[in-house]
């Protein structure tokens, strides 16, 4: 008698891990980069106004871990992303990135211990994910979904939704509307004006 | 008297004021217009390198070999996620009264916001919010029946109920605590229009209310008729109730207005994309599962 007990039992457990495993990568992929952003920003020894660069600067490391620029900025042109040479193209991702830098830093360092919340992951397909978050905070909750795409053996982000609004697609919207009128040439510069801070 | 009426049509416009920057934003949820805003872990940051011309060899510092910059081979690639747009033959208006919101917010809705934010504590504040939420219940639960959303109706009138009874008048949500988790429906009669497929039309940024479409201004209306107040009394009852509501509603979102118009590259298209984003997302996947017989109509616009 006991032993049909044991062996059911050891069939679940390892169900329930394989499970856990299949179901977890993207995930704990994004679970894992969140978490080595919140060590930074609460490091007890960064609190000091000084400390500001040093943060930025780990923050940069996990940053390209964690995200994949050049998809994001190809998903973020589109279709216009062909109509820019090879060069621009990578002036525009490096830009890019800056802005979103720059728009966003200072949100990331004013963070307080809000909770995290890790609601479900959802699979595209084979190679892409959605994971589904919410920050908690007290006045009210904000979804932020993180899209991530496995690349050469690892899941990146390549879009985040927050309230339901998606960061590519916003973007995404500004530039084909600057791209209507312009030439790419113009949208780079008015870019390179942005990161400059005017 | 005469004072009396122009200082409440006064407050009516700043009400509504506020409604500007957050009608995207306020909405049910709050700061739809705030995508970044709270990106707090979402989006750490880029090159120091302020040398703002890349040279081919830069691309090493971004990361990704040259091929990641071939061009994309399937043009159809972003496809994959919904096209969202609208159409705005209007712009030249809307652009105007972008900016006149604009200056609305930073010369006298944030001042005021702020005021009021340094006199009430923030507990207070979100205790108000909370009030009005519960007040402003018939909206969301007509919509939800209107939607066929009946769990959602159920999920509402439980909250009602309990709000009202234990959560002294609706100043608190017991409700949504771990143990009920009755979840808000945030339902309104645009998003009824939108599920019966009433389609956006085009874009209109309302001076003072903000961003709107034919089918969203129709279902703004039609929401005051389902707001109790209305019903009390005199209409400057009911403005006096919006002014409190707004203001209230803005203290608690300080920022986000800033945030996002310091994210955009252009301003008047970040907010008019936003805001079209977050209906379109309300009404495909926010009024609960599509009703039966509805999900046909959802499928195209």
Same mark, same amino acid.
């Given at each position: 008698m006991r032993r049909p007990l044991t062996i059911a039992f050891t $069939?679940? %457990? %390892?169900?329930?891990? $394989?499970? @856990?495993a299949y179901a977890?990568?993207?995930?704990?992929? &994004?679970? $894992?980069? *969140?978490? #080595? &952003?919140?060590? &930074?920003?609460?490091?007890p020894k960064l609190k000091s106004e000084s400390a500001k660069e040093i943060k930025k600067k780990k923050l940069r490391v996990i940053y390209e871990q964690m995200f994949d620029d050049v998809e994001l900025g190809k998903r973020t042109l589109a279709r216009n992303w062909n109509s820019l040479t090879v060069p621009q193209r990578q002036e525009f991702v490096i830009l890019f990135r800056q802005v979103l830098e720059k728009a966003y830093i200072d949100k990331i360092l004013a963070y307080t211990n809000e909770k995290i919340v890790y609601e479900r992951e959802i699979m595209i397909s084979g190679t892409q994910a959605e994971i589904q978050t919410k920050v908690?905070?007290?006045? +009210?909750? %904000?979804?932020?979904?993180? +899209?991530?795409?496995? +690349?050469?053996?690892?899941? #990146? *982000?390549?879009? *985040?939704?927050v309230e339901n609004v998606s960061l590519v697609l916003n973007y995404r919207t500004q530039f084909s509307d600057i791209l209507a009128k312009n030439k790419p040439e113009q949208l780079l510069e008015i870019l390179r004006k942005k990161v400059k801070g005017q | 008297m005469k004072y009396y009426l122009v200082a409440v049509t006064l407050c009516v416009f700043l009400a509504a004021g506020c409604a500007h920057k957050s009608a995207v934003v306020s909405d049910p949820a709050p700061s739809a217009a705030a995508p970044p805003a709270r990106e707090i872990m979402a989006a750490p940051k880029a090159e120091p390198s302020p040398a703002p011309s890349a040279d081919v060899s830069a691309a090493k510092t971004v990361g990704g070999s040259l091929d990641d910059y071939q061009d994309i081979e399937e043009p159809a690639k972003g496809k994959e996620e919904e096209k969202v747009t609208i159409a705005d033959p209007l712009e030249p208006f809307n652009r105007a009264m972008f900016n006149f919101n604009d200056k609305l917010y930073f010369w006298v809705v944030k001042p005021v916001a702020q005021g009021y934010s340094k006199a009430v504590p923030e507990k207070a504040r979100v205790s108000v919010s909370n009030f009005y939420s519960n007040f402003s219940f018939p909206i969301r639960f007509v919509n939800c029946l209107l939607q066929a959303n009946f769990e959602g109706a159920a999920s509402e009138l439980g909250r009602f109920i309990i709000n009202t009874v234990w959560g002294i008048g609706g100043l608190l949500d017991p409700a949504a605590s771990k143990e009920i988790d009755l979840k808000k429906q945030p339902a309104d009669f645009g998003q009824t229009l939108g599920i019966y497929g009433v389609g956006q039309g085009f874009y209109?940024?309302?001076?003072?209310?903000g961003p709107s479409s034919p089918r969203d201004t129709v279902g703004t209306v039609g929401d005051i008729f389902l707001y109790p107040s209305i019903y009390f009394g005199p209409w400057e009852i009911w403005a006096g109730s919006r002014v409190i509501e707004k203001v209230n509603d803005s203290s608690l979102h300080i920022g986000d207005?800033?945030?996002?118009?310091? @994210?955009?590259?252009?301003?008047? &298209?970040?907010v008019r994309d936003a805001y079209v984003q977050y209906r379109l997302k309300k009404i495909k996947h926010q009024g609960g599962p599509p009703p039966p017989g509805v999900s046909g109509l959802l499928e195209d616009k």
């Open positions: $069939t679940l %457990i %390892i169900f329930l891990f $394989t499970l @856990a977890g990568v993207p995930l704990d992929t &994004v679970q $894992t980069n *969140v978490n #080595k &952003v919140l060590d &930074v920003l609460r490091d908690v905070m007290a006045s +009210k909750e %904000i979804p932020i979904t993180y +899209k991530v795409i496995l +690349k050469n053996g690892s899941w #990146k *982000v390549y879009d *985040v939704v | 209109i940024h309302w001076p003072v209310l207005y800033e945030s996002l118009k310091e @994210a955009a590259i252009d301003p008047y &298209v970040a």
